[in-house]
């Protein structure tokens, strides 16, 4: 028996480094899962790996009709909707804000907020005739804090927060739960490929030696939170906020030589 057995769960970015972690891991535990993303051949690709309790559906994550047509979708091939991963995301170009272009600044809150809330507010009635759910929204580390360089990703992202608990406070009487996970700096091609219009990655500007645990994070590190969290163990959590970042945050972790 799967810890989702009998649940459906669409996953936007479904294609990416940690969306396809999320979304084989779900389907491992006995989910029907929805890969969403503008990815048609990668997403195909990934359903038929998978087999007969996956789908893909193209979604544009800024567009309210793509929306509701994903979400018909999980309830046409699967009888209905049980969680909802909001992981879809893009990064700018990385450019000091006086540098930083209008269309640039739009297009990362269209896909990082806008398209967060779009999802929100379209599996909600699913997620009610389903009587209950969860929501699990993809934030980021950049959200705790500053990062030069990054206005307009880490605009979005502290906004997600807010999104996050604002949700959480409205449907949890529903009986759905909205929670929210940090990642810190996770070895995909986000951060190790430069972001449309950049020469440089965002890997370029970190090294783990000073974490406490001195290693870059992998999707697994990140999916299995969201297992947790997404799943019936978690059934009295919702509003919270979860750091997976190897220590990232806390600062330096000092070496002293043994004497």
Known sequence: ????????????????????????????????????????ERGVELADELGGRARFTHLDVTDESSW??????????????????????????????????????????DINLTGTFLGIKAAVPALRRATGGAIVNIASTMSLGGTAHYAPYVASKWAVRGLT??????????????????????????????????????????????????????????????????SSEASFITGSEYVIDGGLLLGPALRTEAA
């Open 1 to 40: 028996m799967g810890r989702f057995d009998d649940q459906t769960v669409l996953v936007t970015g479904g294609t990416g480094g940690q969306g396809s972690s999320h979304v084989r891991a779900f389907h491992a535990e006995g989910a029907n899962v929805l890969i969403a993303d503008i990815d048609a």
């Open 68 to 109: 509701s047509a994903a979400v018909l979708a999980a309830e046409r091939a699967f009888g209905a909707l049980n969680v909802l991963v909001n992981n879809a995301g893009v990064q700018n170009p990385p450019a000091p804000i006086e540098q930083t272009d209008r269309a640039t600044w739009s297009r990362i809150l």
């Open 165 to 230: 608990r604002t949700a959480a406070l409205e449907l949890g009487r529903d009986r759905i739960r909205v929670n929210t996970i940090h990642p810190g700096v996770i070895a995909t091609p986000f951060i190790h490929e430069p972001a449309a219009g950049a020469t440089a990655a965002i890997a370029d500007f970190f090294s783990p030696e000073p974490f406490a645990i001195p290693r870059l994070g992998v999707p697994a590190d990140v999916t299995g939170l969201l297992l947790f969290l997404t």
